[in-house]
């Protein structure tokens, strides 16, 4: 892993709450660490595609979290606050069956997030 990944890395290992590219950066800026935005960009991806960190997309934004679990997993993600939680189980075999007979596809890989409102916003939204 090279310097700038591994800055990269530390620093959503430090973060509470999911972060956007630009957030990251500025974060990172704020520690006086120069890490050009299209390299944390390219990073995230990079770590995506290694099942490192996972995509929150809620509307127009998106923020990169660190995977808890190393096997295949889901997440809750709360809508106001960004908590997300993992999930360690994954039972969809008959749904990929269905989605298999119906397109005549061959699932090799799914992702699937749940979205919802946590203890704390719960309230706030009713």
């Not at 990079?46 to 997993?73: A, R, T, W």
Request: glycine residues 6%; charged residues 20%; positive net charge.
């Amino acid at each position: 892993m090279s310097h700038p990944r591994l800055i990269i890395y530390q620093e959503l290992l430090g973060a509470p709450i999911p972060l956007s590219p630009q957030e990251l950066y500025r974060s990172l800026l704020k520690k006086q660490k120069k890490i050009g935005l299209t390299s944390i960009y390219r990073s995230l991806d990079l770590f995506e595609s290694l099942g490192m960190v996972f995509k929150i997309i809620n509307g127009p934004s998106v923020k990169y979290k660190l995977c808890e679990i190393e096997d295949h997993h889901h997440h809750i993600i709360c809508k106001v606050c960004g908590e997300a939680v993992a999930l360690n189980f994954c039972d969809i075999s008959d749904w990929s069956k269905k989605v298999m007979e119906s397109t005549g596809y061959q699932v090799i890989d799914h992702q699937f997030y749940f979205y919802g409102f946590c203890k704390t916003c719960r309230p706030l939204k009713i």
